[in-house]
């Protein structure tokens, strides 16, 4: 017993060493915080949007609970080329409360749009397999792999319309063969919306597997106007 106590006083004291050393930021205003991930500030004044996610094809639901706009933008880009991977956790969260209170149905599973292997190596993680995972984590839904990208292409936000973007992600993803899907609901995590051609490709190779539905999910809609809701 004494010593369990004793076990409990000495993490104590090393989680305040640690804070006093490596203090928690907000990861959006960058200020310190008393250990959380977004500060109270930027809770009350995030560019939240109305969830629903319109313009995918072959989705039974799309939802994004931010707009791509500062100070959003700005956490992204750390989260997916500063090798800040641990935002994936906050990231998630925010897309499992969004899904907590829009998502009508249940799902099976969840999965994700995968970047290359090459994009992958360089990073040192797929941003998008570490938010399916702690969207799952925080769900209790079981998360694996169903997608390959069978080719690398132009990042999406080099094409200049939307017409471009579609013809970007043409016959690029697949289905992988040690996946089953047959009959499952699935869960489709990414990163950023822009014109939903390349989760509209996802869900179509999906659904072309077996799966019986396809809802999506990612952190941020981009291109909206800010008058929009």
Same mark, same amino acid.
């Given at each position: 017993?004494?010593?369990?106590?004793?076990?409990?006083?000495?993490?104590?004291?090393?989680?305040?060493?640690?804070?006093?050393?490596?203090?928690?930021?907000?990861?959006?205003?960058?200020?310190?915080?008393?250990?959380?991930?977004?500060?109270?500030?930027?809770?009350?004044?995030?560019?939240?949007?109305?969830?629903?996610?319109?313009?995918?094809?072959?989705?039974?639901?799309?939802?994004?609970?931010?707009?791509?706009?500062?100070?959003?933008?700005?956490?992204?880009?750390?989260?997916?080329?500063?090798?800040?991977?641990?935002?994936?956790?906050?990231? =998630?969260?925010?897309?499992?409360? &969004?899904?907590?209170?829009? +998502? #009508?149905? @249940?799902?099976?599973? /969840?999965?994700?749009?995968?970047?290359?292997?090459?994009?992958?190596?360089?990073?040192?993680?797929?941003?998008?397999?570490?938010?399916?995972?702690?969207?799952?984590?925080?769900?209790?839904?079981?998360?694996?792999?169903?997608?390959?990208?069978?080719?690398?292409?132009?990042?999406?936000?080099?094409?200049?319309?939307?017409?471009?973007?579609?013809?970007?992600?043409?016959?690029?993803?697949?289905?992988?063969?040690?996946?089953?899907?047959?009959?499952?609901?699935?869960?489709?995590?990414?990163?950023?919306?822009?014109? =939903?051609?390349?989760?509209?490709? &996802?869900?179509?190779?999906? +659904? #072309?597997? @077996?799966?019986?539905? /396809?809802?999506?999910?990612?952190?941020?809609?981009?291109?909206?106007?800010?008058?929009?809701?």
């Amino acid at each position: 017993m004494a010593c369990a106590i004793l076990n409990g006083v000495f993490f104590m004291l090393l989680k305040k060493i640690i804070n006093l050393l490596f203090p928690q930021k907000c990861m959006f205003c960058q200020r310190i915080t008393e250990g959380e991930h977004i500060c109270f500030s930027c809770r009350g004044t995030l560019p939240y949007r109305d969830a629903f996610v319109e313009g995918v094809s072959y989705a039974d639901a799309v939802y994004a609970p931010l707009r791509y706009r500062k100070p959003v933008t700005e956490a992204i880009h750390r989260f997916k080329f500063s090798g800040q991977s641990f935002l994936a956790e906050p990231f =998630g969260d925010l897309i499992a409360d &969004c899904l907590r209170q829009q +998502l #009508r149905h @249940g799902v099976d599973l /969840v999965t994700w749009v995968p970047v290359n292997r090459f994009r992958k190596r360089r990073r040192g993680y797929d941003q998008a397999q570490l938010l399916a995972e702690q969207v799952a984590k925080a769900l209790a839904l079981p998360c694996c792999p169903t997608l390959v990208k069978q080719k690398n292409i132009a990042p999406q936000f080099t094409m200049a319309d939307e017409k471009s973007r579609r013809e970007n992600v043409e016959n690029v993803y697949g289905f992988s063969r040690k996946s089953d899907v047959t009959g499952k609901r699935v869960l489709l995590i990414d990163d950023i919306i822009t014109t =939903g051609a390349t989760l509209s490709v &996802c869900c179509e190779a999906l +659904l #072309r597997a @077996g799966a019986s539905g /396809v809802v999506c999910a990612a952190i941020a809609k981009a291109g909206e106007k800010k008058n929009k809701g």
